[in-house]
């Protein structure tokens, strides 16, 4: 898009008109030109809200069927640039729900989403679990379809930070984030390895105490090949 025309675009975003700002998204999201993306995502963390029908899901469901060149790249250096805001973390959700997408439509073609979610999550375990949760889920979403080899030690030092004292008080979905980082091992990992390892780690704690608590419940539901 031209930059007059990403302008123009970014001023009926701002619209109080519903149906100019959805209009509007939808041009320059869909436009596949990374500067125009880039510039809707600070355009919607100024606002403070994603346009109506142009959620996190339907862009998502939206890219998945029709496939646009040159999406990736500005959602993973949004996400890189800004984990923590909103918009970041919403970032991390798209990339996951695409992975997902694509791999279960054998379209799957994007080497940067795994790397990136990684690197990102890496770069916040200092700031403690609840701060890498929406890379966590991501990530689950991408070994739905492949193996994510990468995520491995992010994997595994979630998991331990995960039994730190207090880790888990900030998450309101704590067993989606236990859950999280187990299926991502699973897709790593043999599971009569992986098994003995987690029954391992959770001999001795206290049967209502999470995460051991969770870890129990997915041994239990995995054995049985039963798990959502």
């Known amino acids: ?3 007059k025309e990403i302008k123009r675009q970014l001023k009926r975003l701002k619209s109080h008109d519903l149906e100019e700002q959805q209009d509007a998204f939808w041009i320059l999201m869909s436009s596949g030109d990374p500067q125009a993306i880039s510039k809707t995502l600070e ?3 100024e606002l403070g809200d994603w346009p109506f029908s142009g959620d996190p899901d339907s862009l998502a469901s939206s890219w998945s069927v029709r496939p646009i060149y040159g999406v990736t790249p500005p959602l993973a250096e949004y996400l890189e640039k800004s984990p923590l805001s909103q918009v970041g973390r919403d970032c991390a959700y798209i990339l996951g729900n695409l992975c997902y997408l694509e791999g279960a439509s054998k379209n799957y073609s994007e080497t940067r989403i795994v790397p990136s979610l990684v690197s990102v999550a890496e770069s ?8 890498i949760t929406p890379m966590l889920y991501a990530l689950r979403e991408c070994s ?3 193996s994510v ?6 994997a595994r030092q979630a998991l331990e930070l995960s039994f730190q004292e207090d880790a888990l008080k900030e998450d309101n979905l704590f067993e989606l984030t236990i859950v999280s980082i187990l299926e991502i091992l ?10 003995k390892e987690l029954r391992a780690l959770v001999k001795g704690q206290p049967r209502g105490k999470e995460p051991a608590r969770t870890i129990r419940e997915f041994l239990r539901k995995k054995g049985k090949d039963e798990w959502w």
């Open 43 to 45: 355009t919607i963390e």
């Open 186 to 195: 699973y897709s790593n990992n043999p599971k009569t390895r992986l098994f």
């Open 124 to 131: 916040l375990l200092p700031n403690g679990l609840y701060a």
């Open 149 to 154: 080899e990468g995520a491995e030690h992010l």
């Open 144 to 146: 739905r379809v492949k």
């Open 1 to 3: 898009m031209l930059p």
